[in-house]
């Protein structure tokens, strides 16, 4: 097959996926670094900040220009999104701005606008803390975004601190991720090794049946299964009633709307995609090393963590990994059985790219998420020489 | 039996138990004559099933899958294989990028791809549109057809299609009588689960489908945030036997396969 065949074949998928899956992405991404609003409404106003630093008294032309651009701006329309975007780092500045806006598109003419004239609007607004974050805002690129999705902030002179205690939400929302996912993938283990282990010791014939048990569950819509789980667990669900019933229990247990059924539904999710992986580890040891363990004096327990866990690991290992790459990404089942409490990263993301309309947290979010999930997943693919991805 | 091992057969049992017995659970409340979901059931009923295919709400939502399933299927199967025809046995740093290019849907977060589409189809009015889910769904379907038919055709014996041209058969004919069929099952394979990924997704269906695309799971998302009826577990019942039907399709090809590898084989050693 010559080469210009082959690029031919190759072309069509390349074309397709880099314009529908990697510019919408770098795209996507970018918006963690960009800052449009500012640049927009208050172009002039950046240009006079230029050699001004917190501290320093800004020069007159700085409130000219601003006095100007808000003029512009306001009748553009380009000011209320400025202004959203300051308020992030200057909150209360949303308002203040649109009725400076107001207040200086009815001054007379001759008014001159300078550092007095906006300080007898609102002090806020002369203020360093005001300024050095529109100057910042206002390059075209800044890091506000990404140092806000690690609960941290630039101070007015432009160093990094935490940011305030009440504001600290998202590294918590990263730990609880990897907890939750990290708890799915320890259920998904203790409950699959077994039945991976118990399919190679039946016949050939037993070990299909079983195999449909554990694929039948896997092919079934994810919809499906977490209906399932809505019924059963649910405060008057199958679950309770029958507890009740037998009297183990008198008042309802909550096993819904909390991170008990996010657990639970995941590890349901989630239990096919370790079985299949282990069960293609442990196949392939050899039975005669247990024999021969046997036969040199080891017991049972001696045998299976010295020679049987061992040989088991890369497959424990690769399958562990997948499951937890996997649920970290988790964001339908969390919000359809889970609490307030027990949302992941994925719901931030889309809360911030719907909801409220945060676009540059959200992408700097999807970031953290997207760095997490392909970190593992190389230590994945090193792990299983290569065959991380496979479908059986 | 030693008792350790009836334990642990035991344990083995409970974990299957826990894979099947939610699922099957809610398939006698489909059939219940009350609204309420509980055993035992107060008398049977086919209600649930009648206001299911009666209102157009549910069967509008399957068609629409159906179609939008089989058109990303069908465009992710001829991307996807013909891509698997130019990088089968090549090596070298573009090709591995192209491969990685073409499995990366696969791992990225899915809510990463929605969000990512939805800003990047909403300019091109794409949202809210046909097209736009078709799009969306072959992104992900791509990398469920390139692994199977990749490893097909790599394991394919390039002298199959030498013989078909040297017994005069022209490249055309050749690739369709002979280099096809002996892929057809990994082909197959693909796309069942291509059609799969995109039938059972919800969360692209969220951020792209509008009002107008409202899609199977897209529905039953909504219905799962409002309250559960019956008429929710006879919707899964229909999903469950339709998933059902694809997974034996999917092990009849996968027999259909190793069988075909199987003669394969014998024929390599038998020569």
């Known amino acids: 097959m010559n080469l210009s065949r082959t690029t031919l074949l190759v072309v069509p998928v390349v074309g397709f996926l880099l314009i529908f899956f990697f510019v919408p992405m770098i795209w996507f991404a970018s918006l963690a670094v960009r800052e449009v609003e500012v640049p927009r409404a208050l172009p002039q106003t950046v240009a006079a900040l230029r050699d001004w630093k917190p501290g320093q008294t800004p020069p007159t032309v700085v409130f000219d220009a601003l006095a100007s651009d808000l003029k512009t701006a306001r009748s553009s329309g380009t000011l209320a999104e400025a202004a959203h975007r300051i308020n992030y780092e200057v909150p209360g500045v949303r308002s203040l701005l649109l009725r400076a806006g107001r207040t200086v598109a009815r001054a007379p003419a001759e008014t001159t606008f300078d550092a007095a004239y906006f300080t007898s609007i609102d002090p806020l607004l002369t203020s360093d803390a005001f300024l050095s974050v529109v100057k910042r805002a206002g390059g075209g690129i800044s890091d506000y975004y990404i140092l806000s999705s690690l609960d941290l902030q630039r101070t007015t002179d432009g160093a990094i601190a935490q940011a305030p205690a009440e504001n600290r939400l998202y590294l918590d929302v990263l730990a609880r991720t ?8 320890l259920c998904c283990l203790l409950m699959g090794f077994p039945v991976a282990v118990l399919l190679t010791t039946v016949s050939e014939k037993a070990a299909d049946w079983l195999m449909i048990l554990v694929l039948l569950p896997f092919w079934t819509s994810l919809l499906v299964r977490t209906t399932a789980w809505v019924v059963l667990l649910q ?41 299949l992986p282990l069960y293609g580890a442990v ?23 010295r020679i049987y866990l061992p040989l088991a690991a890369p497959g424990i290992a690769a399958g562990s990994l997948m499951v937890f790459i996997l649920s ?23 809360t911030y790219t719907t909801g409220t309309g945060n676009w540059g947290l959200a992408s700097a979010l999807g970031l953290l998420l997207l760095a997490s999930t392909f970190l593992l997943y190389l230590v994945a693919h090193r792990l299983s020489g290569g065959r991380a991805i496979s479908l059986s | 039996m030693q008792p350790w091992k009836i334990v642990y057969r035991i344990a083995c049992g409970a974990v299957l138990v826990f894979l099947l017995l939610p699922i099957l659970a809610v398939i006698p409340l489909s059939f219940s004559s009350s609204g309420f979901l509980s055993y035992p059931l107060p008398g049977l009923s086919l209600r649930w099933y009648e206001t299911v295919l009666t209102s157009g ?4 939502a399957f068609i629409n899958s159906l179609k939008i399933g089989l058109s990303a299927t069908a465009l992710a199967l001829l991307l996807g294989t013909m891509a698997s025809f130019g990088l089968a046995r090549r090596r070298g740093f573009v090709v591995g990028a192209i491969k990685l290019l073409a499995l990366t849907p696969m791992i990225v977060p899915i809510v990463m791809i929605a969000v990512a589409l939805y800003f990047f189809l909403a300019p091109l009015q794409l949202t809210n549109s046909f097209a736009g889910m078709v799009i969306a769904h072959t992104v992900i379907a791509i990398p469920f057809v390139v692994i199977p038919v990749l490893a097909a055709v790599e394991q394919l014996d390039p002298n199959l299609a030498r013989a078909a041209a040297a017994c005069g058969a022209r490249p055309l004919t050749a690739f369709f009588r002979v280099t096809l069929p002996s892929i057809l099952p990994a082909v197959a394979s693909g796309a069942l689960f291509a059609f799969a990924a995109s039938f059972d997704d919800v969360v692209i269906a969220l951020f792209i489908a509008g009002p107008d695309q409202r899609t199977l799971p897209r529905e039953m998302f909504s219905s799962l945030r409002e309250t559960i009826t019956p008429e929710l577990t006879a919707v899964a ?15 009849y090809m996968q027999r259909r396969r190793r069988r075909l590898i199987n003669v394969a084989a014998q024929g390599f050693v038998s020569a």
């Open chain 1, 235 to 275: 405060r008057e669900g199958l679950i309770n009633s029958l507890l009740m019933k037998i009297g183990v229990i008198s008042e309802p247990l909550a096993m819904i709307y909390n991170r008990t059924g996010v657990i639970i539904a995941m590890t349901h999710v989630l239990l096919p995609f370790m079985i």
């Open chain 2, 57 to 60: 709400r549910w069967l509008d």
């Open chain 2, 237 to 251: 019942t229909i999903m469950m036997v339709f998933s059902t039907f694809l997974f034996m399709l999917m092990r």
């Open chain 1, 283 to 305: 196949r392939a040891i050899p039975p005669g090393y247990m024999r021969a363990a046997a036969s040199l004096g080891a017991r049972p327990l001696t045998a299976f963590i």
């Open chain 1, 178 to 185: 990897i907890k939750i996912a990290a708890t799915v993938t």
């Open chain 1, 328 to 350: 970290l990404g988790y964001y339908i089942t969390p919000s359809l059985v889970g609490g307030a409490s027990d949302q992941m990263l994925s719901y931030f993301v889309a």
